[in-house]
């Protein structure tokens, strides 16, 4: 994971942090038996923020996926460039909540500094 300095706005690529907190988590998610599907758009998207937070928002949403998924299973995570706004999604078939809890992208925005 990169080490920055918490609260520090700078240029983060979306992908490449996404990708360390993949591999720092790849030992967890082969001994719970979980997979993942990357499906990232095309364009690299590049935030504005605070990336260990970034990180850390990562890292709670694949460890969430995994903790619903206790017999193993394929999580998929995505991402799309759309109009001005980043879309992350991460599904699994897990026991998590019954429909999807989007958060506005403002509200990653306003917390990552």
Known sequence: MMRTERGSRQPVDLHQS?????????????????????ELDEVTPTLIGDAAMLQNLFVTLVNNACARMPGGGVMRIKTAMLTGVVEIMVRDRGLGLPTPVPLPASDLADSMG
């Open 18 to 38: 996404l990708r360390a907190v993949l591999r720092l988590l790849d030992r967890t998610l082969q001994v719970g038996g979980h997979a993942v599907e990357l």
